[in-house]
């Protein structure tokens, strides 16, 4: 009876090392990498739901930043504006006026910024 204990359990090895590596240490390691797996797939609610909270979290930091951004484009436009009011006195253009449109767009995935305008026409960036 003990003979053939040892004969199976040398059969089950012989087949583990066939299908899982050539030594009993890689075997093991191959079970603890999939016992990792496992792991990972039976809690991927978990890490769905933490992946999507850091989400939330960085579209509110990207609200802030967006808008800390928006107030430091509509004070350099106001300087921008004010400096170029006498360009066209010197230019004696007194009627050409200057406007900086510094409103923005916010889409679900991207930022569209509105491009500078002189006297209704676009300027080239």
């Known amino acids: 009876m003990r003979l053939r204990e040892v004969e199976e359990r040398l059969d089950r090895i012989t087949r583990?090392?066939?299908?899982?590596?050539?030594?009993?240490?890689?075997?093991?390691?191959?079970?603890?990498?999939a016992v990792t797996e496992l792991s990972g797939i039976e809690h991927r609610d978990e890490?769905?739901?933490?992946?999507?909270?850091?989400?939330a979290r960085g579209r509110v930091t990207l609200g802030h930043d967006v808008a800390a951004l928006s107030a430091k484009r509509h004070t350099a436009a106001i300087t921008t504006a004010t400096a170029m009011e006498t360009v066209p006195v010197?230019?004696?253009?007194?009627?050409?006026?200057?406007?900086?449109?510094?409103?923005?767009?916010?889409?679900?995935?991207?930022?569209?910024?509105?491009?500078?305008?002189?006297?209704?026409?676009?300027?080239?960036r």
């Open 16 to 33: 583990l090392r066939r299908k899982y590596g050539a030594t009993i240490e890689e075997i093991l390691a191959y079970g603890a990498e």
């Open 90 to 124: 010197r230019l004696n253009m007194s009627r050409a006026r200057y406007a900086a449109d510094t409103s923005i767009t916010l889409a679900k995935r991207a930022i569209h910024v509105q491009p500078l305008r002189v006297s209704g026409r676009k300027m080239a």
């Open 47 to 55: 890490r769905i739901a933490d992946l999507e909270a850091q989400i």
